[in-house]
């Protein structure tokens, strides 16, 4: 079938199509067209477009087999961040962001397709009973029981740490030991879901302060979740092999 047939069908603009069109198109999905409908017979609703709504600059319909998706800033429009040129303010971007953005290649497509059911679907819940009631653990796992992320924190006095004690000095806070997420789940947002969850619960259980050590993507995600870098107690130790050269 010509291309300029499906792309008039696609857009609207072909409102009534021939039936052997229309027989051609549904046997190239896999389908039969049948007059008349046995009542025995079940009939699915078909799976709504999710960008249906969208048009592009010239106001057609995207093709329903695309995950197109809005392009608000740079950073959602692939042209922009492989040229790295998201980073520039807006006055010196050399092309005008489009109106929306989509990806040709199947297997990407396929594994975002995946990361957002994943997002969709993964949890976070905090580990309670055989823990003392100064550890924090929490999990991020999938609706099958599989966990894919953890949260290791516990809380500490103030005073220990400093040795002394003065007025308006909190009482509790936290320490956060470590953000684990299993390499094939990074990036996309689990680690920051981990944090945000213990940060609710320490609101809750009104503990105000965390303190954190972290060293590269730890540092980005930290600083993501409203930590801030602090250097008055610098404490980033190494112990490696005798006879190992280290490189700064």
């Known amino acids: 079938m010509p291309q300029p047939t499906l792309a008039r069908i696609e857009s609207g603009r072909a409102a009534d199509p021939r039936f ?3 027989e051609r198109l549904v046997t190239a999905a896999g389908g039969e067209v049948a007059v008349g409908v ?13 960008h249906d709504e969208m048009r592009d600059e010239a106001g057609r319909r995207y093709p329903a087999h695309l995950d197109v998706w809005p392009v608000d800033e ?13 980073r520039l303010p807006p006055e010196r971007y050399p092309l005008p962001l489009p109106p929306a953005a989509y990806e040709l290649n199947r297997r990407y497509r396929d594994n ?9 679907t993964a949890q976070v819940r905090r580990l309670v009973g055989d823990l003392p009631a100064t550890c924090w653990r929490y999990i991020a796992e999938l609706p099958d029981g599989q966990s894919v992320g953890e949260l290791r924190a516990h809380e500490r006095s103030p005073h220990l740490e400093h040795g002394e004690w003065h007025p308006g000095m909190a009482e ?8 684990l997420v299993d390499p094939r789940y990074r990036r996309l947002g689990l680690g920051r879901r981990l944090v945000t969850a213990l940060l609710a619960g320490m609101r809750e259980a009104g503990v105000e302060d965390v303190a954190a050590l972290a060293e590269g993507a730890g540092i980005d995600l930290l600083l993501a979740c409203g930590f801030e870098i602090e250097a008055r107690r610098p404490a980033a130790l190494r112990l490696g092999r005798p006879g190992r050269q280290s490189y700064k």
Do not use: C, N, Q
């Not at 046995?38 to 999710?50: D, K, M, N």
């Not at 509790?172 to 953000?179: A, I, K, P, T, W």
């Open 112 to 120: 975002r397709r995946w990361g957002d059911e994943v997002r969709r």
């Open 172 to 179: 509790r806070e936290m320490v956060l030991d470590g953000v």
């Open 74 to 86: 740079p950073r959602d429009w692939p042209g922009a961040w492989w040229a790295e040129w998201y």
């Open 38 to 50: 046995p009542t025995a017979l079940a009939v699915t609703e078909p799976t709504p477009v999710p």
């Open 20 to 22: 052997r069109t229309v």
